[in-house]
Every structure is written in structure tokens, then in C-alpha cells.
Nanobody, 125 residues
Framework: QVQVGESGGGLVQPGGSLRLSCTVS?????????MKWYRQAPGNQRELVAT???????HYADSVKGRFTISRDNTKNTMYLQMNSVEPGDTAIYLC??????????????????WGQGTQVTASS
């Protein structure tokens, strides 16, 4: 079974930094394509923050461009989000999304998106 888990959230002062991690685990994984960070603040729609392809190409929301950096380590099936110059408006639950191909118990190959449970980031003094 494929699982996605985030870590690294917490309380950070405005102007500070935080590093989030997202790991995809499972002994039946074939490949991981695009990985994405989303965030959702109370009362707001879910927002796409950043995307990284398997080859390392990246894309950012305008609101985080120049402050956040997305990266990944394909050997560890792990993605990172380095958050610098954090602002109160960055407060949200941050969720990881991964496009994964995997083998079922019967040996067939499937592809779909998997989501993590999220990690809370709070920017406050």
C-alpha cells in the first residue's frame, strides 16, 4: 500500500524559516511523477503552492515565488519545501500530493494521486 506522510510543520516567527518534508512509502511503488505542495487555510480554498517534476522542473505560486524552494530526492522518494521569509499569510495546513504508479497485489500496474494528512504551519509572533 502506498502512503504519503508530511513532517516539519510548526510555529515560526514572521521572517523566519521552516523546512517541510514529504515521503512516499510502500514496497510496490514503480515510479513517482509530479510532486506538489498545497496549502489550505481556514475558510479558504486549497491552494497549489509549488510543483516539482520527476526531472526537477519547478513551478511556484506567485505568492511564494522568491521565498519558498521546492526540491526532491528521488533516491529517498522525498520532497522538501524550504520556506524562508515566512509571512502570517503563509499560515495553513500544508499537504503533499504525489502522482504515483504502483503494482497491485495481483501484479497489475495503476497510476493515481496520493495525498498526505497535512502538517500545520503557523506564522505568528
Amino acid at each position: 500500500q502506498v502512503q504519503v506522510g508530511e513532517s516539519g510543520g510548526g510555529l515560526v516567527q514572521p521572517g523566519g524559516s521552516l523546512r517541510l518534508s514529504c515521503t512516499v512509502s510502500g514496497n510496490n511503488i514503480s515510479s513517482i511523477f509530479d510532486m506538489k505542495w498545497y496549502r489550505q487555510a481556514p475558510g479558504n480554498q486549497r491552494e497549489l503552492v509549488a510543483t516539482i517534476t520527476k526531472d526537477g522542473n519547478t513551478h511556484y505560486a506567485d505568492s511564494v515565488k522568491g521565498r519558498f524552494t521546492i526540491s526532491r530526492d528521488n533516491t529517498k522518494n522525498t520532497m522538501y519545501l524550504q520556506m524562508n521569509s515566512v509571512e502570517p499569510g503563509d499560515t495553513a495546513i500544508y499537504l503533499c500530493n504525489a502522482d504515483v504508479t504502483y503494482y497491485t497485489t495481483y501484479g497489475s500496474k495503476w497510476r493515481r494521486d496520493f495525498w498526505g494528512q497535512g502538517t500545520q504551519v503557523t506564522a505568528s509572533s
